[in-house]
């Protein structure tokens, strides 16, 4: 039987390739930058093909070594996938997890989630990342985040979502702004406004736009933010108003002299939050059990805190 690539010299391909250089990659992977350099050639040797072009400024991927590195990147998922589900065949919701969130819900929702991690599943080992749904979808497609604590829907077939709980919009603005003599305002009330928006990227842009669209509304201030935090201090000077989502306010909303909060009346506008996760995950099953405990636990605190 033919010599068959082995699992290491597979991971040391993939990391050049996304690295872009032999010593980097030497470092990513802990080992010496001639036996990775080596462990390339053997690659090359067995398969018969030249998968890296070397030169003194650059190393460059050959097609078919791309071809080789895109196969590498399946077969290495699958070994991972392999180890993660003979472990949750053991020991289930334990060892390491990577769970990624959006900017919009980390800072207000993740101290909660880490605490019912650590009460529900104290041997998981939870690594995040946050950034916004595209990079997190795109991780989540490399096998290098297990779980994403998004904004609901997401329209990809491949992801599977579990609904966690909704999160109400109120509309924020300056004291002196003339709707905060009404106790709650209608939709339609805001499309005179001159309304401040997250930069595009951010979900929460999309869902305060179709809130907007909703009212009629048209007017839009030559502004947006990175962070709904900056969004607020912009408010709070007088620059317009905004949409926020209900969960941001014990720590965005501390200025009450400043930054006034009106709720809506029903039909009151929401953004869905919760899960995602691969459909072929091997551990879908568990991940499923921890977004019910995570949509239990939450929804119990937060009737405990309107009681």
């Not at 080789?68 to 392999?82: F, K, N, T």
């Not at 290098?144 to 609904?163: G, M, R, T, V």
């Not at 691969?278 to 991940?287: C, D, I, L, P, V």
């Not at 059990?289 to 009681?307: C, E, F, G, M």
Request: proline share 6%; aromatic share 6%.
């Amino acid at each position: 039987m033919a010599a068959q690539p082995s699992i290491k010299q597979l991971k040391y391909l993939v990391a050049l390739a996304e690295c872009g250089h032999f010593g980097r990659a030497a470092e990513a992977c802990f080992i010496t930058q001639p036996s990775l350099s080596a462990a390339i050639n053997e690659l090359e040797n067995l398969l018969g093909a030249q998968l890296v072009e070397r030169n003194k400024r650059q190393v460059l991927i050959t097609p078919l070594g791309e071809d080789v590195v895109s196969r590498a990147r399946s077969i290495l998922h699958e070994v991972d996938e392999l180890t993660t589900m003979a472990q949750a065949a053991t020991e289930p919701l334990s060892g390491p997890i990577h769970i990624g969130v959006i900017p919009t819900i980390g800072p207000y929702l993740l101290p909660d989630v880490m605490s019912q991690l650590k009460s529900g599943f104290p041997k998981l080992q939870p690594f995040l990342r946050e950034d916004q749904t595209s990079k997190l979808v795109s991780l989540l497609a490399a096998g290098k985040l297990d779980l994403a604590l998004i904004a609901l829907p997401i329209e990809e077939n491949w992801l599977e979502e579990f609904d966690l709980f909704e999160d109400r919009f109120v509309f924020a603005c300056s004291p002196d702004n003339p709707l905060t003599k009404k106790r709650h305002i209608e939709i339609a009330d805001i499309k005179d406004e001159k309304l401040l928006l997250l930069e595009d990227g951010h979900c929460l842009r999309d869902q305060a736009l179709e809130v907007c669209q909703k009212a009629g509304w048209s007017k839009s201030a030559d502004f947006q933010a990175n962070s709904l935090s900056t969004l607020v201090q912009m408010v709070a000077a007088g620059v317009g108003s905004t949409l926020l989502p209900e969960m941001s306010l014990e720590v965005e909303a501390r200025r009450p002299d400043s930054l006034k909060i009106i709720p809506f009346e029903n039909p009151v506008p929401i953004r869905r939050i919760g899960m995602v996760w691969r459909r072929s995950s091997a551990r879908k099953r568990e991940y499923r059990q921890l977004a019910a405990h995570l949509r239990d636990s939450l929804t119990a605190q937060k009737q405990a805190n309107v009681a």
